[in-house]
């Protein structure tokens, strides 16, 4: 399973970004995601978690409650991250993860967890 996520970039203060995570598999299909999640690691600090997303319940960050919002499309195996009135201190890479459980070629069941290779979010005027 492969997730690539999208959306990052440079933003000022108190401005708005969107990021993306797509789920795809080269073989077999995907049967269900079952958690989302958002981290992010900035520079000299370890990775944090932001936000998790199963079934229908979410959870934040103390850090971003109330600025960011995770969301999903679970028809096209996609989740967001809205993050608003966004802050310096939330410069990082944003990393997103999901527990996948696919279906082989061979029919068979596989479930695992996953991570994308990052997405850099800069705040800074």
């Known amino acids: 399973v492969d997730l690539v996520e999208s959306g990052g970039g440079l933003v000022q203060p108190g401005g708005s970004l969107r990021l993306s995570c797509a789920a795809s598999r080269a073989s077999g299909r995907i049967v269900s995601i079952n958690t989302w999640a958002w981290y992010r690691q900035a520079p000299g600090k370890e990775r944090e978690l932001v936000a998790t997303l199963s079934g229908t319940n979410s959870d934040y960050a103390d850090s971003v409650k109330g600025r960011f919002a995770i969301s999903r499309d679970n028809a096209k195996n996609t989740m967001y991250l809205q993050m608003n009135r966004l802050k310096p201190e939330d410069t990082a890479v944003y990393y997103c993860?999901?527990?996948?459980?696919?279906?082989?070629?061979?029919?068979?069941?596989?479930?695992?967890?996953?991570w994308g290779a990052g997405t850099l979010v800069t705040v800074s005027s």
């Open positions: 993860n999901a527990d996948v459980t696919a279906l082989t070629d061979a029919s068979e069941f596989e479930v695992g967890k996953y």
